[in-house]
């Protein structure tokens, strides 16, 4: 069973930063592509980046894109998001997800790729 734990979320000013972290076990971490999404109050969770299992290549959504960027550290077995220039508009809950393929290349952008979830990290951004 793979446990995923999100930490670093909390309160910041627009413009600020935050850096995330997703720390992983029960099973290989390096061998599976790990990504990022969230979701706002009364929207649908949306993807925001991932990466595959080497970090040799990631993938952001548009919103993001210059702002955040995401890494992995496989010999601590976590996975990072460092957001910067936040606006309000990055405001939800942010979780962590593991794909469900051995290797898979490029990172997927859809939910339905990633099999393990962890409990979310609120992030809220005041104007």
């Known amino acids: 069973q793979v446990q995923l734990v999100e930490s670093g979320g909390g309160l910041v000013q627009a413009g600020g930063s935050l850096r995330l972290s997703c720390a992983a076990s029960?099973?290989?971490?390096?061998?599976?592509?790990m990504g990022w999404f969230r979701q706002a109050p009364g929207k649908e969770r949306e993807f925001v980046a991932a990466?595959?299992?080497?970090?040799?290549?990631?993938g952001y959504a548009d919103s993001v894109k210059g702002r955040f960027t995401i890494s992995r550290d496989n010999s601590k077995n976590t996975v990072y998001l460092q957001m910067n220039s936040l606006k309000p508009d990055d405001t939800a809950v942010y979780y962590c997800?593991?794909?469900?393929?051995?290797?898979?290349?490029?990172?997927?952008?859809?939910?339905?790729?990633?099999?393990?979830w962890g409990q979310g990290t609120q992030v809220t951004v005041s104007s």
């Open positions: 997800a593991a794909d469900s393929v051995l290797r898979r290349e490029p990172p997927r952008v859809g939910a339905t790729s990633y099999s393990y």
């Open positions: 029960g099973r290989t971490f390096s061998d599976y592509a």
């Open positions: 990466i595959i299992w080497s970090g040799g290549r990631t």
